[in-house]
């Protein structure tokens, strides 16, 4: 299993910036998958995640803000970010599970300047 996140970069406070996640050796629709951020000096923390069923949960900080979908046809998992702010900048990361085993992308760095 590898997910390749990207998307990241640097953007003003209050605009967008969509995160990808192409996964291989798993398929994306029927995985649960997750985002997850670390910031400087802090504990890396769930953003959002969706179940194998289709379910969401995102983490109350970006609650209304952020949307995690998946596209079956890419194998791709996404985390569309609104209304950023500045606190919202870290690392992200995409992860998943399989066979009991954790998985994760190797982070992509979203900069919100304020």
């Known amino acids: 299993v590898q997910l390749q996140a990207s998307g990241g970069g640097l953007v003003q406070a209050g605009g967008s910036r969509r995160l990808s996640c192409k996964a291989s050796?798993?398929?994306?629709?029927?995985?649960?998958m997750a985002w997850y951020r670390q910031a400087p000096g802090k504990q890396r923390e769930l953003v959002a995640n969706v179940t194998s069923f289709g379910n969401t949960n995102y983490g109350d900080s970006v609650k209304g803000r952020f949307t995690i979908s998946r596209d079956h046809a890419k194998n791709t998992v996404y985390l569309e970010m609104n209304s950023l702010k500045f606190e919202d900048t870290a690392v992200y990361y995409c992860?998943?599970?399989?066979?009991?085993?954790?998985?994760w992308g190797q982070g992509t760095l979203v900069t919100v300047s304020s």
């Open positions: 050796g798993i398929v994306v629709s029927i995985n649960s």
């Open positions: 992860r998943t599970t399989w066979h009991s085993r954790t998985f």
